[in-house]
DNA sequence: TGAATAGTGTCTATAAGACAATATCCC
DNA sequence: GGGATATTGTCTTATAGACACTATTCA
């Protein structure tokens, strides 16, 4: 929709439930400037996966509320800033990244879920590769990986935890173990359709390399022979002619991603 | 992510796409709270189908800007009101309706989308009934039902075009366009996974209606035996017993949506 | 009886899972 | 050669599409 300041639809504290019957003439003349609005902000997700599991950048919060917790990289929007802009730009900032798949979530509004005023959230996740996700970890004090864990099956959908090294866990922030749910059911549902497993390996990688990565997200084992075919058959895959080097077994040859879509 | 009045990330106008290098020591001491904020607000696309075309309700506008230009039902945010209620009491005082299956669907947000100021949408989509969708229609002074065709196949996206009685076309406002389109994709995408073919039908229908339902979605015919087959395996539907009346031919058994699941 | 759609049964094509056999590397 | 994984090929099973046939209602 879009701002009517001069004349039509519009809300005001105090009539969220107002029955219909009459509600339409007030609204009609109401003027939505006059009232205080919510902050915008942006959550990103970065995920990755390695040893079986997915992983989440998080950021220490060092300020109440929540202090102690850890959140996901996020940041308020600019006023003249487009939303994935802002999205990149948090990864930019908290993690030096910079290029990556990213693709909105969900928008989280709860009143209550910042306990200092009201602030919406518009959710992002990203994906990366092990290699720069390493990276990314250790580029700042304050930042931490937690490899995430699903404590659900399919697309069922609900909050995951978050567990540091040596299996410490990681309380999370706000209602940020919901959005990283969110991110985890998203993959999951698109992992069938979308080119979005490629997104966590490099440039090159082999099949076996390919269906870790798919049984990581989808968090149940895959058959070899018919992953191996659906994926050869989706178009999505390039033979390399490179093969693979100092394995103690007979070397698989190299793929790499054929299109550029990131739907 | 969160209000960080007392200290944390943030961002402000003008440093939209500021390099990473030096970057976060900024961030770190940014009060946002300074800055003015973006509108928020959200916007419905109200669909039903009818005449194997979906169809969508919408708003004339009476002011600039996009006067005589047709908008989705929508409205502002209050500052103690979840989304979801926006939207539900956004197609209540509009529309008339309420109870309907009502799901996030996007967050639009780029700057220029209204040409006035900066006004995020989030945008929901809603189902109902042909027979309730009429009455809404006809409910008040300003309001219109446009057929949607979708010049794409699939779940390419896109946006759509809105055609009034005797195919005259409605011209959207804003970006509705995109918006009604990705109301589509969205539900061609959940057809085959989720029980959303029996929010556009009565309580109880017949199997051929529902296959019309999924063809009016998706855009292409269906296989009659196989959609039988996979509707009843689905566990979705419920024989009533009863059978359709008043027909030149044998009779069809009614059935009725089996579970409450809204996902 | 005829027109029209409902509903059942069977056959075929396609894709996934299971499994066997062979290939290729390092030790 | 032995161990390990890659790659190919074949067989089986589940599901979707196609089609034939019977059932039931109203005109």
Avoid: C
């Amino acid at each position: 929709m879009a701002v009517r300041r001069s004349g039509r639809a519009g809300q005001g504290p105090g009539v969220a439930q107002a029955q219909a019957t009459g509600e339409a003439a007030f609204l009609e003349a109401y003027d939505p400037g006059r009232f205080e609005r919510p902050s915008v902000a942006v959550d990103v997700a970065l995920l990755s996966a390695a040893g079986g599991a997915l992983h989440a950048l998080v950021v220490r919060r060092d300020e109440h509320p929540a202090r102690g917790r850890w959140a996901l990289p996020g940041g308020f929007v600019g006023l003249e800033e487009p939303l994935e802009v802002a999205a990149g730009r948090v990864l930019a900032s908290k993690a030096g990244l910079s290029g990556l798949f990213v693709e909105q979530l969900f928008t989280f509004g709860d009143p209550g879920r910042d306990p200092r005023t009201r602030v919406i959230s518009v959710a992002y996740y990203a994906l990366v590769d092990q290699a720069r996700f390493g990276d990314a970890a250790s580029r700042a004090e304050g930042l931490a990986v937690g490899r995430l864990v699903v404590p659900w099956e399919g697309e069922t959908g609900g909050p995951v935890e978050l567990r540091g090294p040596g299996e410490r866990a990681l309380p999370l922030a706000f209602d940020h173990a919901e959005i990283l749910g969110m991110a985890v059911k998203r993959l999951r549902g698109k992992l069938d359709y979308a080119p979005i497993g490629f997104q966590l390996l490099p440039p090159s990688f082999t099949l076996l390399e390919l269906q870790r990565v798919h049984e990581t997200i989808s968090g149940r084992p895959l058959n070899k022979d018919s992953f191996r075919r659906r994926m050869l058959a989706s178009g999505w895959l390039e033979a390399t002619g490179e093969r693979q080097a100092e394995v103690d077994h007979r070397p698989a040859e190299r793929y790499r991603f054929a299109r550029r879509s990131a739907t």
